[in-house]
């Protein structure tokens, strides 16, 4: 029994581990039937499961109640869906605490906006000083739409929180004062507390998934080229990306040394990145290289193009295909200067991209003209010898088992 016992958990641990690895090392917050593992702080708002939500509805008089997760989380990227009453504002807290740490102290920590004011996906010190989003960066939009489900990204690595709704970015905040003693805690769902002649009204969320970001390992440590070998011109700025700037005479694609290339190869992973391409920018990231000597060959590129208002359909050469293998499903290209960013999991044969929070490649490399390509490699990155400059940053990856 005891033998049986064992294998039973065994074959469990495994089974979570190989679905958060095709999963891109997602893992769900939700189980799906109950609430295990998270607990209720301040308030008296209530929360149910119905069908595949968590389902906060208001209590008359009651202030801010928060469904909280047990475990606390640093550096991660989240996603979920959110549906609320027209009348009700709510948000997620990240990495918050409670006040004085205790089960009824005060929660306190950023938190990002839901709402039908315009003010959704910005970021709000709940208890620790209202708007961390500068006055100056909150613009009103209308990306998040009322009576619909609304799909909420959210990154916070290191000073840095970044969101996206619906798939369209609205805040970049770095703040290396307000983060310091914001750099871990609990996530919570926020019902807002309503005034007693109002409500009672409801906010629901849905996919609920987080992919821990501590495990990932920076590549680029934006002051220098450790861990990376070229004979090309990549100069660290100040921010922290880092610059192409071919020198006067370098022209041409396959001057394959100018390229940046990393020292280690890799086999599984998730490789997460952002770039800023110029007008006509042209470039592509390179994984998987047996030879760096002959990525054309002996790689898989996926191509950084100035794709911006091109129609479908899309081919392998447009912004986010695989270079001879396929094109992506849809143009999620950004303009010229802003940043795009790019996820590519490999896991042995199955290889996906999402473009700006939404999935463009879903293939299998051994059923197509990748098959006969290396399962190791190295990363790279294009130096197409264009005037132009191309920035990149916040280049790491996660290793898979």
């Not at 595949?52 to 509805?57: M, P, Q």
Request: aromatic share 10%; net charge negative.
């Amino acid at each position: 029994m005891i033998r049986m016992a064992f294998n039973i958990a065994l074959i469990a641990a495994i089974s979570t581990a190989v679905s958060s690895a095709e999963d891109g090392g997602f893992v769900s917050l939700f189980n799906g039937k109950d609430l295990d593992g998270w607990s209720q702080k301040n308030g008296t708002a209530t929360y149910r499961v119905e069908g595949d939500s968590i389902v906060g509805k208001t209590n008359t008089g009651s202030p801010n109640s928060f469904l909280c997760t047990d475990k606390p989380y640093g550096d991660f990227e989240m996603t979920f869906d959110v549906k609320v009453d027209t009348a009700l504002n709510s948000g997620v807290q990240i990495r918050s605490q409670t006040k004085g740490d205790t089960p009824d102290g005060r929660v306190n920590g950023p938190q990002v906006e839901i709402s039908l004011d315009g003010m959704a996906g910005y970021v709000y010190g709940e208890s620790a000083g209202g708007w961390m989003t500068p006055d100056a960066d909150r613009k009103s939009h209308t990306h998040f739409q009322d009576g619909e489900w609304n799909s909420y990204r959210i990154v916070a690595f290191g000073p840095r929180i970044q969101t996206w709704i619906n798939g369209t970015p609205i805040s970049d905040l770095v703040d290396m004062d307000k983060f310091k003693t914001h750099r871990e805690g609990f996530i919570g769902l926020q019902v807002h507390g309503i005034p007693a002649d109002k409500g009672p009204y409801e906010v629901r969320w849905r996919n609920l998934k987080i992919r821990d970001l501590s495990e990932f390992q920076t590549l680029y440590n934006g002051k220098d080229l450790e861990g990376w070998t070229t004979t090309g011109n990549w100069l660290p700025q100040e921010d922290g990306s880092l610059l192409i700037q071919p020198r006067d005479g370098e022209m041409g694609w396959t001057r394959y040394a100018d390229y940046l290339w990393s020292e280690k190869t890799y086999k599984d992973f998730v490789l997460d990145l952002e770039y800023a391409y110029p007008p006509g920018g042209n470039s592509g990231i390179y994984f998987r290289t047996g030879d760096r000597s002959d990525p054309v060959e002996k790689g898989i590129e996926l191509q950084i193009l100035d794709s911006t208002g091109k129609e479908e359909p899309l081919t392998h050469h447009d912004h986010g295909g695989v270079i001879k293998t396929q094109g992506p499903t849809k143009n999620m290209s950004r303009p010229p200067h802003e940043w795009n960013r790019a996820v590519i999991t490999c896991i042995g044969n199955h290889l996906t991209v999402e473009m700006n929070g939404e999935k463009t490649i879903d293939l299998q490399l051994d059923e197509g003209p990748m098959k006969d390509r290396p399962m190791e490699g190295y990363i790279g990155l294009q130096d197409h010898g264009q005037p132009n400059n191309l920035l990149f940053r916040n280049i790491r990856i996660l290793e898979l088992p």
